[in-house]
T-cell receptor, first 115, second 111 residues
Framework: GAVVSQHPSWVICKSGTSVKIECRSL??????MFWYRQFPKQSLMLMATSNEGSKATYEQGVEKDKFLINHASLTLSTLTVTSAHPEDSSFYICSARTSGEDEQFFGPGTRLTVL | DAKTTQPPSMDCAEGRAANLPCNHSTISGNEYVYWYRQIHSQGPQYIIH???NNETNEMASLIITEDRKSSTLILPHATLRDTAVYYC????????????FGSGTQLTVLP
């Protein structure tokens, strides 16, 4: 299957700083990328959907000014957590799909810890 | 998308078949049944999907009842590495939308 990578795999930052997480499709063109968040012992919750070259669509309750998403190319999407706080500590997972295909391919996730 | 119901947890002995049930009684005619799994601290992994016929691949078999209101994922010879949370998701084919994850079933394969 297609491969999706995320970088970094884990990050620790101080409260108030910003953190950027990259999601790359390595061997296919990702026309759509999804960003999920997963708190301990909970399921994945969708944060936003981004189509290449368009603004992201955020789910209700997700602050678009806090979680900045850029999908400027067909192989890269970034999620920037601005002014991170301890409650933003979570496992962030991206997935990608290509136009005309049903299957979504997931990245390995990024563990964010905000001190 | 139709709602799914799965048992919260199951145990299975190593080497035996693991049968994971899923109820989706409100499934629509154009909705497929997808199965993903998530090993601890990893991203979800696609396993299999089907519409109404039984499906089999190198990982698992998917049995869908004739009325399509429930399905069973079968791991024929479970190994310790199959310990994971298994998610049953119902979604229309060709949908560009996200996958909606429920709480899934925590499968623990015991030595």
């Amino acid at each position: 299957g297609a491969v999706v990578s995320q970088h970094p795999s884990w990050v620790i930052c101080k409260s108030g700083t910003s953190v950027k997480i990259e999601c790359r499709s390595l061997d296919f063109q990702a026309t759509t990328m999804f960003w999920y968040r997963q708190f301990p012992k909970q399921s994945l919750m969708l944060m936003a959907t981004s189509n290449e070259g368009s603004k992201a669509t955020y789910e209700q309750g997700v602050e678009k000014d806090k979680f900045l998403i850029n999908h400027a190319s067909l192989t890269l999407s970034t999620l920037t957590v601005t002014s991170a706080h301890p409650e933003d500590s979570s496992f962030y997972i991206c997935s990608a799909r290509t136009s005309g295909e049903d299957e979504q391919f997931f990245g390995p996730g990024t563990r964010l810890t905000v001190l | 998308d139709a709602k799914t119901t799965q048992p919260p947890s199951m145990d299975c002995a190593e080497g035996r078949a693991a049968n994971l049930p899923c109820n989706h009684s409100t499934i629509s005619g154009n909705e497929y049944v997808y199965w993903y799994r998530q090993i601890h601290s990893q991203g979800p992994q696609y396993i299999i999907h089907g519409l109404k016929n039984n499906e089999t691949n190198e990982m698992a078999s998917l049995i869908i009842t004739e009325d399509r209101k429930s399905s069973t994922l079968i791991l024929p010879h479970a190994t310790l590495r199959d310990t994971a949370v298994y998610y049953c998701i119902v979604r229309p084919s060709g949908s560009a939308r996200q996958l909606t994850f429920g709480s899934g079933t925590q499968l623990t394969v015991l030595p």
